[in-house]
């Protein structure tokens, strides 16, 4: 974990409620694909833990959905504003295990934290399929970007109304070699339930400091308690209990 | 001596400041950020004689000022404390450490905290008789003299070291709980642990935390911490460890000057990690401002003639 001041250098609008937000200076850290970070944002007391994008150089990219407070003074942040962040929190995808074929899943805000993931395994070589899951055309985002890194894209939404009609579950390729999801929990036990390889799912919760002090996002696993924000955000399929 | 040097219950502290349990783990997490050997001490995760995974999440809302937190005492049980977390944190911390102690009996009590007291690096036993988000233990013990007589006089018997009783807000009479511990032969007093409190959920109706209620802490309490420190160090003979919202080296002296000894800091190492470092470093130059030359020379001016 460091901590960094870093600038607010873009804001753009991707849907009517999700934003992306470029920031720079996070200098000499070194920050994983499924790793988060946590924003002080002014006047509210607890940090916001958020998803990395994508990190690359000086730059980090986040893309976040606004649904509360938080979210909603983040979303007001303008270039040259400063923002407290801790960085370098979780700990990340294991890049190690994807083989040569992986699958990435995501669903909704689920989407932003696979992109630095696919950017990754495409400049190690492998094949990328991702499916991105949304409800609506409206809400869909970032098929573009997948598509420029050279990853196979699906995009489904369950309406209809762009992609392929369904849930993620629907557009499962035949053959993956791995897979990475992160997304509602529902999808993610209908993927726990209907991936034929072992895999990842990177997990959400209410944190309260977000580096493993507090405790108070501790879920129960295969292997005992764990912190979300410290052993996870990313939990192997085998050390999850979904089976009921 | 140096300007911060304090003393508690026969240790001397190189300063006051001590992180208090549930929000600095076994110190680790902070060791990797800052040499956390500058701090006076600190107390550890409060710990129960069987292992506890505490609470369903959501454990953690916020509100203005603060937080609320309904963890429920997460802890490996004392065994493991002892032969995994207490080695470790040997490397890293190299001052007697304040052991945190909590259960659900008073023989619960009695087993974790003579467990503890065996442990070369155990300062203090801090006896947890406050915790809000344990049921049929935990604060039960605290919020009746009789009950918390009872916890601290069996603790006290059954170890060697300083017993420290850390009790709850939730009460009317924070004096009556107070003598009692005192009765029962408590070397200190550490308070406030957090307040009740809850939020709701606009979305669904339903309470935000999984378990209805949870502990507030964070800068909202500090007044009323501030208050309840004032009057337990003006009616006990042992002194008083204040917490409660502390953020800076000015509430510090605040504190300092209501009648504390030392000062535990909580929920502010959550949102800065740094905080107590930041603190322990501002210090001189905020006594300098208010013309201290030693911490000690203030404990408790605030209520004398």
Not at chain 1, 54 to 83: F, I
């Amino acid at each position: 974990m460091k901590q960094r001041i870093l600038t607010v250098t873009e804001m753009r609008q991707l849907t009517p409620d999700v934003f992306e937000m470029k920031l720079t200076g996070i200098e000499d850290a070194s920050i994983l694909p499924g790793q988060f970070v946590n924003l002080s944002i002014s006047n509210l007391f607890l940090r916001r833990p958020i998803s990395v994008c994508d990190a690359n150089g000086n730059e980090l990219k986040l893309v976040y959905r606004v649904v509360g407070e938080g979210t909603e003074r983040l979303r007001q942040y303008k270039a040259q504003d400063t923002v407290d962040v801790l960085v370098e929190l979780g700990n990340g995808y294991d890049l190690t295990r994807s083989g040569e074929q992986p699958l990435l899943i995501g669903g909704g805000v689920g989407v932003p934290p696979l992109y630095y993931l696919a950017r990754t395994l495409i400049g190690q070589g492998k094949q990328v399929t991702a499916i991105l899951g949304f409800n609506k055309a409206e809400e869909c985002f970032y098929e573009e970007e997948f598509q420029k890194l050279g990853v196979k894209t699906i995009v489904t939404t369950v309406d209809g109304s762009y992609g392929q009609k369904g849930f993620v579950t629907d557009a499962l390729p035949e053959v993956y070699s791995y897979f990475y999801a992160c997304g509602p929990m529902p999808m993610m036990k209908a993927l726990y339930q209907k991936t034929t390889t072992s895999g990842e799912f990177s997990l959400e919760e209410r944190m309260g400091c977000g580096f493993g002090a507090c405790m108070g996002c501790s879920i129960q696993t295969k292997n005992g308690p764990k912190r979300v924000c410290k052993e996870g955000p990313v939990f192997r399929k085998e050390d999850l209990l979904w089976d009921d | 001596m140096g300007r911060l040097t304090t003393e508690l219950c026969g240790i001397t502290l190189d300063n006051p400041i001590i992180p208090a349990s549930g929000t600095f783990g076994y110190g680790y997490e902070f060791a990797q950020l800052y040499d956390i050997n500058m701090l006076g001490t600190f107390s550890f995760k409060g710990t129960t004689k069987d292992p506890r995974f505490g609470n369903p999440t959501p454990r953690i809302a916020e509100c203005a000022g603060g937080m609320l937190n309904a963890v429920g005492l997460q802890n490996p049980g004392v065994e493991k404390v002892i032969q995994e977390e207490l080695p470790k944190l040997k490397e890293v911390f190299h001052k007697p450490v304040m052991a945190n102690v909590s259960g659900f009996s008073v023989d619960d009590y009695v087993y974790t905290s003579r467990r503890l007291d065996q442990e070369e690096q155990v300062g203090w036993l801090e006896i947890n008789i406050s915790c809000p988000n344990v049921h049929g233990g935990g604060m039960s013990f605290g919020t009746d003299p009789d009950c918390a007589y009872e916890v601290i006089h069996a603790v006290r018997e059954a170890v060697t070291k300083p017993v420290i009783a850390k009790l709850s807000p939730n009460v009317t009479d924070i004096i009556a709980i107070a003598k009692a511990c005192e009765a029962a032969g408590a070397d200190a007093i550490s308070l406030i642990n957090t307040m009740l409190g809850m939020r709701i959920n606009l979305r669904t109706g339903k309470p935000l935390l999984a378990n209805v209620t949870g502990g507030l802490s964070g800068p909202a309490v500090f007044p009323v911490a501030l208050r309840m420190v004032y009057q337990t160090a003006r009616a006990v003979n042992i002194p008083v460890v204040g917490m409660g919202g502390v953020t800076s080296a000015e509430d510090v002296l605040e504190m300092m000057m209501a009648g504390a000894a030392a000062v535990e800091v909580g929920a502010a190492n959550l949102v800065n990690p740094y905080a107590c470092q930041k603190i322990i470093e501002d210090l001189p130059t905020v006594m300098d401002r208010y013309g201290i030359k030693h911490l000690t020379d203030i404990i408790g001016i605030a209520g004398k003639e």
